[in-house]
């Protein structure tokens, strides 16, 4: 063994379940088609092009049941590929419309190959459903695919409602293999939030670790001897916790020392949706007149000023070479040093949320593969890594309690529990007790349409308890939506509760909410009982 | 269930596609043009209850010092704890919030280490409540009499406050004798111990901001203001630019090139180009050739952009 220590690199892709039968349109569901086409796609490619030029890359990636659920939607992927061929007309048009403006017209070109490659890829290569490209490359032996909270609910604050916790475990962990194929061995806890006992539930579902923001290990009980560069196992469980590294994090998120603050990185507010003039854009906003982000973006950060320069796709990739080397740079030294004074090889955890790469970053996906070229080929001191392989290779590790923490702002649940979003909680309190009452009233051989009223219910439930609702409250960017997604699904739990009490199920209004939130078709109630 | 699912006689909404038909759904894939503008469906409105007709108190953690406690008292019960408080004097009762510390590992529902009161107001569904890291808390509510008679209405569930910092406690099998504690210190140094919460502030919040608001959705959510809302939010501003549109007509099967590119005609013959039009000069030499490829005709137009921008002009108030 050489090495001195590994890298975990993690990311988390998650995005609430957003899906509007009722509308022809709806620009909610553009959250998807914008990570497909500026995320999703092209990691699928750093991972195709990594691995057939035989590089050992190692990815964790959570891929979160309502993500999995949408890209696996039929009505979606095919919403998707109006999407997508929407923006390739534009990008034609553009072609034409920049031909006398060379630094703008090879900016349009690019952007025309890079949807039609997306076509490509989505349509052709990988039959319109993503799920089955993370298969591919999990199969392959390059990415752990670990799971989520079934909707992304945030675990500590159902802590009053057990049940409730399980049910977004179980759930998730039963979808997770219906779509990947296999049991996921790993998860991570929605928005990291982690409160004592957790764990139990986890190891009830076979999963064998967990990840904590930093505080999370730090304040364990008893200290943790290697700090976050080693997991901790959890009492009696022997569920393993793994800790985010600040210092990689910081190299990577922070806005203001972070890489994705380039100058040369391509700028993300500017987008020809905003710039252009209204009656030529009108076809490719939306259909009531409101511009919105198209993808096609023309200038990079250029510095703290109101004034853009045109990308320069070439310079920008040198800079992601060059931040990739000064990644892999600062690890090594993290890793000398650490080794020195823990006498064993640390375990970097680095997680970031998959959408940053490709969405926010523009030059991220590029990042990413320049990084695993590096650690493969220019030195030898780090080896990426799974959780799962890092457990294998060290049996051993320290007993101790993981102390209640979540990677949101002041490191604990105040992002999901202020003023503006607290008024859901009672209800979410109250429909997941009354979830439990029915599951228990309703034991096996109900009569078929009971048990799909049950079964909505739980998908009700579980699409309220969502934590991006709660989020979006507290950041005041689309509250009203966030406010009505928890509002119908609340209310269609109930509706479907006092139906099955009352035994007078209505056929039409279960068919219609059943295929509007569509979601785990496999979902069995019986996990609140 | 295919087929059947909307025509439930209660269903108000307007007939929609099927989802389970998703090309229909979607409108086609015809790749011009959006779908007409169409009024939203009505879609009804889904409240969620008022009460829920039970008696509860429901404790939260928000952080190490937090707490946030909601309730519900039906008015049952709460007339039956009103008459049962002795009323002489006339004094209304007032509502109290009881939070009691039991931590510890045998509470037994009475022995608390100690319990403050919080006197709530009338109108009042909820509270946060200040209490301390890496204790156990559970309260009641109720009503308390002139007397100091304390009458519980519910009880709420226990929980437990997380660490806000290393614990003191140190595992013999993994001590590092050599170093002792200061080797903790460092490693909770070296492991970001210092900078704890601050993740959020950063670039992650603002991406997931971005992520998840640029796009409101106008039929739900009214959005509508200026989409340049990030340029408006620094002061008066102005930007221009120029655009060419270049248009004709020739025989429907002809071929044109502007500028050496083959240009498609539409059906009948016509045919426009749009330009950005940077300063300088184009010449647009326009080739028409009939099908028969005897006859070719040219028109060039030739276009001068100049663009000046004088200093902008502000008028001084008096620095008022």
Partial sequence: MTERGYLCLLLHAHLPYVRHPEYDEFLEEDWLFEAITETYIPLVHVFEKLHADGVPFRITMTLSPTLLAMLSDPLLQSRYIRHIEKLIL????????????????????????????????????????????????????????????????????????????????????????????RPARGIWLPECGYDEGIERFLRDEGIRYFLVDTHGILHATPRPRYGVYAPIVCPDTEVAAFGRDVESSKQVWSAEEGYPGEFWYRDFYRDVGFDLDFEYIRPFIHHLGIRKHTGIKYYRITGKTDH????????????????????????????????????????????????????????????????????????????????????????????????????GWKGYAEVWLNGSNDWVYPHLYHAANRMVELARAHGNGAPDIVRRALNQAARELLLAQASDWAFIMKTGTVVEYAVRRTKSHIHRFQRLADAIRDNRIDPGYLADIESKDNLFPEIDYRVYA | MAGTDRHGEKVTEPTRTDGRNPELASGGLGPSFPTPLRAAPKVEAEEVPGRYGKDVLVLLVRDPYWLHAFWEITPERLSEAEASLSTTGGERPVWVLRVYDVSGDKYDGKNANLYFDIHLDDIARNWYLRVDADRRYCAEIGLLGPSGEFVAIARSNTVRTPRSSMSDVIDEKWADIRRGSRYYEEMYALSGGFELGKSSLELRDLMEQRLRSELASGAVSSFGGSPVRKRKARGFWFVLDAELIVYGATE????????????????????TLRFALPDGT??????????????????????????????????????A
Avoid at chain 1, 94 to 110: D, G, Y
Wanted: hydrophobic share 40%; proline share 7%.
């Fill in chain 2, 252 to 271: 429907p099967d002809a071929k044109v090139e502007v500028q050496g590119q083959a240009v498609r005609l539409r059906p009948d013959g016509t045919f």
């Fill in chain 2, 282 to 319: 184009q010449t647009i030499d326009a080739v028409a050739s009939s099908a028969d490829g005897k006859e070719k005709r040219t028109i060039i137009p030739i276009v001068n952009r100049r663009t000046e921008v004088p200093a902008p002009v502000v008028v001084d108030d008096g620095g």
């Fill in chain 1, 90 to 181: 534009l990008a034609e048009r553009e072609i034409e419309r920049t031909r006398w403006q060379p630094v703008f017209h090879r900016l349009a070109l690019m952007y025309h190959w890079r949807f039609t490659r997306s076509r490509n890829t989505f349509i052709d290569r990988y039959g319109r459903n993503l799920v089955a490209a993370f298969r591919r490359f999990e199969e392959l032996g390059h990415l752990e695919t670990i799971t989520c909270g079934a909707t992304h609910g945030f675990l500590p604050l159902m802590a009053p409602a057990q049940s409730a916790i399980r049910g977004q475990i179980r759930v998730a962990s039963r979808e997770h293999e219906r779509q990947l194929g």
């Fill in chain 1, 308 to 407: 853009k320069e045109p990308y320069d796709p070439e310079v920008a990739l040198e800079r992601a070479a060059e931040h990739a080397g000064n990644f892999m740079f600062n690890r090594q030294k993290q890793v000398e040093y650490l080794e020195g004074l823990m006498g064993r090889p640390p375990l970097i955890v680095a997680p970031y949320d998959a959408e940053l790469f490709g969405h926010w970053w523009f030059e991220g996906p590029e990042f990413l593969e320049f990084l695993f070229r590096k650690l493969a080929f220019d030195q030898k001191d780090i080896i990426p890594i799974t959780p799962s392989e890092y457990l294998e290779r060290f049996p051993t590790h320290q007993v101790a309690q993981p102390s209640g923490s979540s990677w």
